[in-house]
């Protein structure tokens, strides 16, 4: 006998279409059946301490990372609970159709955990007579490569491809899709078989409304076919360049398409004239990106003033405080003319800032403001300034400060201005008193250390805000996902009593670690960069810096990480990933006097065989050089962290003298070289470098000096700790 597990618990039997007729006997018996089940399922299941394990039908990852996900091995505890949770923990997997758990009898029965995986699709080939190119119809086929192939979705795939195909100008378009099994286990193709049909072909244009010839200015013509993603870019097109003649808010559209005929409505708007005058320390063309009526596309007094608001800004960040600006309107229904007069005024340099009221030290004052003596007067920074005072004050304790107006007085014969800045300062507010409101004495002494405020220090909301994010950050470490901290002040004769109170949930700690999404990288690559261990408290902040370092390994375009309630206090952690493309190509060309032509051509792959061990090929040629790199990198030598690079190099050098392009002698050169790194810190880094060269110099000639060393055959062994 055997026990048999599932995760949807009973299995059902099929059900024909034929309707049974129900009988007396028929309900007895459903009757029968089911006091059968709910008595088996009351019948508490004792754990069993598993034997062999046997792993049936998976092939798309290892063993050893499903036994993970199960938390199996052999000589664990095995029940019915237990079983159940570890298959829908399996399940967040996403590659699993089906999963069962079969457990013989006796003291170490043997389990069996059988898997049928879901199919993914490995290929799509695009098959007919389709005049559209491959790249374009897998983009917009809605099944893709790599993803688990969803069946249901094939007639929705057909009708979208259907949808695109018209739109972009093929209504009578024939689309078929066949499934055919892979070799491969668990995968299978796709063979999409596409006849267009003849397109729908553009006859005569006609556009209506428009000033001046915008056939001129559009890409699409007669003949072309009618493709509205095509006729989408060109509106956007002919928006842009009426924008760029100086038009206001023009419209292109609607559009229709009939027999042939494309109608196309053009309406370009208002000529939108914008001039400047008087002005003499910026320039027009930088004041008129200040303008924002093509920006907003609307003209009215709102964005006139906006416009004279920020040519302002301009002057004003110049120093230029007395600048005035004036528009004049001038409208008609084509045409809109605006002349912006500027009257600039001198520039003002700030000769002396003064406070009054104040006990504390002018320079610290000063210290903290925009505005510094000697420099050019902004008053757009008067305002910024206050604030900044206000909140030094209240950073210590003085919480009733009144920053009053900032004084301003011009100079108009030394061009300077004298700022008075007024203050009423109260009286300064000090913590006269510190509580946590905790139920652990222990807890309680760990979160006063790490409070960072203490009776005496100056009263500020800032502080206090900052001491609740540290206690809500130090129960988070500890692995509390749901606290709350309340904070409760009274302030009595500028005295300040505080009190902290602490609600916070069961504690979490780490669980299980589910990784989903790498078809290509290997389960290891992924686990050897978690900080994380099943048992730890649960911390988000670990999870953001794994996050961090999934992404630093190039491999992933995107990386979610999500928390999942597990067994009992535990959260189970799922990571899914999105592999990009691992390999590039790259190439150049260009010239130089002395080399004449020359081109480098680069191939490069950074996840060979699944492992993040990335291998580079390069070929760098031209008139006078010929060099070839082959690079390996493999990130975890022997097993551990020790980033191993090695190179070999060969290059065929010919050095010509630049007056007359003879030649004055050849190298050859092979070279072997291999770096071995280790991470001390986050800032610190050892390397040990050693390279072997095989250099060889020849056709030297007679005026040529070379020493000894340099001539002939060399072996050369470097060694380098850096």
Same mark, same amino acid.
């Given at each position: 006998m055997k026990r048999s597990y599932k995760a949807s618990g009973c299995k059902r039997s099929a059900i024909s279409n034929q309707r049974p007729d129900i009988g007396k006997k028929s309900i007895i018996s459903l009757s029968l059946i089911f006091i059968f089940c709910f008595i088996l399922f009351s019948i508490p299941c004792e754990a069993l301490t598993a034997g062999r394990i046997e792993i049936r039908g998976l092939q798309t990852i290892g063993e050893q990372e499903?036994?993970? %996900?199960?938390?199996?091995?052999?000589?664990?505890?095995?029940?019915?609970?237990?079983?159940?949770?570890?298959?829908?923990?399996?399940?967040?997997?996403?590659? $699993?159709e089906d999963i069962s758990v079969e457990v013989s009898d006796g003291d170490n029965p043997s389990v069996i955990i059988n898997v049928r995986e879901k199919d993914f699709l490995d290929r799509v080939h695009v098959t007919g007579d389709h005049s559209i190119s491959e790249k374009v119809i897998k983009q917009n086929f809605l099944l893709k490569e790599g993803q688990v192939m969803r069946?249901?979705?094939?007639?929705?795939?057909?009708?979208?491809?259907?949808?695109?195909?018209?739109?972009?100008?093929?209504?009578?378009?024939?689309?078929? %899709?066949?499934?055919?099994?892979? =070799?491969?286990?668990?995968?299978?193709?796709?063979?999409?078989?596409?006849?267009? +049909?003849?397109?729908?072909?553009?006859?005569r244009i006609v556009i209506t409304g428009a000033a001046g010839d915008a056939k001129s200015i559009m890409k699409l013509s007669v003949g072309d076919v009618y493709n509205q993603q095509a006729l989408m870019e060109e509106i956007r097109r002919?928006?842009?360049?009426?924008?760029?003649?100086?038009?206001?808010?023009?419209? /292109? +559209?609607?559009?229709?398409?009939?027999?042939?005929?494309?109608?196309?409505?053009?309406?370009?708007?208002?000529?939108?004239?914008?001039?400047?005058?008087?002005?003499?320390?910026?320039?027009t063309r930088k004041l008129l990106k200040e303008v924002p009526f093509?920006?907003?596309?609307?003209?009215?007094?709102?964005?006139?003033?906006?416009?004279?608001?920020?040519?302002?800004?301009?002057?004003?960040?110049?120093?230029?405080?007395?600048?005035?600006?004036?528009?004049v309107i001038n409208l008609d229904e084509k045409n809109i003319d605006i002349s912006f007069f500027i009257f600039e005024g001198e520039r003002v340099k700030i000769k002396s800032i003064n406070f009054n009221g104040v006990a504390l030290p002018h320079k610290r004052l000063k210290d903290v403001m925009f505005l510094k003596e000697g420099d050019i007067f902004d008053p757009d920074f008067t305002a910024k300034d206050r604030e900044s005072l206000k909140?030094?004050?209240?950073?210590?304790?003085?919480?009733?400060?009144?920053?009053?107006? /900032?004084?301003?007085?011009?100079?108009?014969? *030394?061009?300077?201005?004298?700022?008075?800045?007024?203050?009423?300062?109260? =009286?300064?507010?000090?913590?006269?008193?510190?509580?946590?409101?905790?139920?652990?004495?222990e807890m309680k002494s760990r979160l006063m250390s790490v409070l960072g405020i203490k009776p005496g220090d100056p009263y500020n909301e800032i502080d206090i805000s900052d001491a609740r994010f540290r206690i809500l950050e130090f129960y988070s470490s500890y692995g509390y996902t749901s606290i709350d901290v309340t904070v409760t002040r009274s302030v009595e004769n500028y005295k300040a009593s505080v009190i902290f109170s602490v609600t916070a949930d069961k504690k979490r700690l780490f669980g299980k670690t589910i990784i989903t999404g790498n078809r290509d990288t290997k389960y290891e690559v992924i686990r050897r960069e978690l900080l994380h261990k099943e048992g730890q408290p649960y911390n988000l902040r670990t999870l953001s810096e794994e996050r961090q370092r999934l992404y630093k390994l190039g491999l992933f375009t995107d990386v979610e990480i999500e928390a999942v309630d597990g067994e009992g206090d535990k959260k189970d /952690?799922?990571?899914?990933?999105?592999?990009?493309?691992?390999? *590039?190509?790259?190439?150049?060309?260009?010239?130089?006097?002395?080399?004449?032509?020359?081109?480098?051509?680069?191939?490069?792959?950074?996840?060979?065989? +699944?492992?993040?061990?990335?291998?580079?090929?390069?070929?760098?040629?031209?008139?006078?050089?010929?060099? $070839?790199?082959?690079?390996?990198?493999?990130?975890?030598?022997?097993?551990?962290?020790?980033?191993?690079? %090695?190179?070999?190099?060969?290059?065929?050098? =010919?050095?010509?003298?630049?007056?007359?392009?003879?030649?004055?002698?050849?190298?050859?050169?092979?070279?072997?070289?291999?770096?071995?790194?280790?991470?001390? *810190?986050?800032?610190?880094?050892?390397?040990?470098?050693?390279?072997?060269?095989?250099?060889?110099?020849?056709?030297?000639?007679?005026?040529?000096?070379?020493? =000894?060393?340099?001539?002939?055959?060399?072996?050369?062994?470097?060694?380098?700790?850096?």
């Open positions: 499903l036994l993970d %996900v199960f938390d199996l091995r052999e000589g664990s505890l095995i029940d019915r609970d237990k079983v159940r949770s570890d298959i829908k923990r399996a399940f967040l997997k996403g590659i $699993f069946y249901d979705l094939i007639e929705t795939a057909v009708r979208e491809m259907k949808e695109t195909l018209a739109y972009i100008g093929f209504p009578d378009s024939r689309v078929e %899709v066949k499934v055919v099994g892979s =070799k491969k286990p668990y995968r299978v193709d796709i063979y999409l078989n596409i006849d267009t +049909g003849p397109p729908l072909i553009i006859k002919l928006k842009e360049n009426y924008k760029e003649q100086g038009y206001f808010s023009p419209t /292109i +559209g609607p559009y229709s398409y009939k027999e042939g005929e494309l109608e196309l409505i053009v309406n370009p708007g208002r000529l939108l004239n914008v001039r400047t005058e008087g002005n003499n320390i910026i320039s093509f920006e907003i596309e609307t003209f009215n007094d709102e964005a006139v003033e906006e416009a004279i608001s920020r040519m302002l800004f301009l002057y004003h960040r110049e120093g230029y405080p007395t600048a005035q600006i004036a528009p909140e030094f004050y209240g950073a210590l304790g003085y919480l009733d400060v009144d920053i009053r107006e /900032i004084e301003t007085k011009i100079d108009k014969e *030394s061009n300077t201005a004298e700022l008075v800045v007024n203050i009423d300062e109260g =009286k300064k507010t000090e913590i006269a008193s510190v509580e946590i409101n905790v139920s652990d004495p /952690i799922l990571i899914k990933v999105k592999e990009g493309n691992a390999g *590039s190509v790259e190439f150049g060309f260009g010239y130089a006097e002395y080399e004449s032509f020359r081109s480098y051509i680069e191939l490069s792959y950074r996840n060979l065989w +699944g492992k993040n061990r990335q291998g580079l090929l390069r070929a760098e040629i031209s008139s006078l050089e010929r060099r $070839f790199i082959l690079q390996y990198y493999e990130p975890w030598f022997l097993g551990k962290p020790l980033p191993l690079r %090695v190179f070999f190099l060969h290059e065929n050098k =010919k050095v010509i003298n630049i007056a007359d392009k003879n030649t004055r002698y050849r190298l050859d050169r092979y070279s072997l070289a291999a770096a071995l790194e280790r991470k001390i *810190s986050d800032k610190v880094k050892t390397e040990l470098y050693y390279e072997f060269s095989l250099v060889r110099t020849s056709d030297v000639q007679p005026d040529v000096i070379l020493s =000894k060393e340099d001539t002939g055959t060399l072996a050369i062994s470097s060694i380098r700790p850096a």
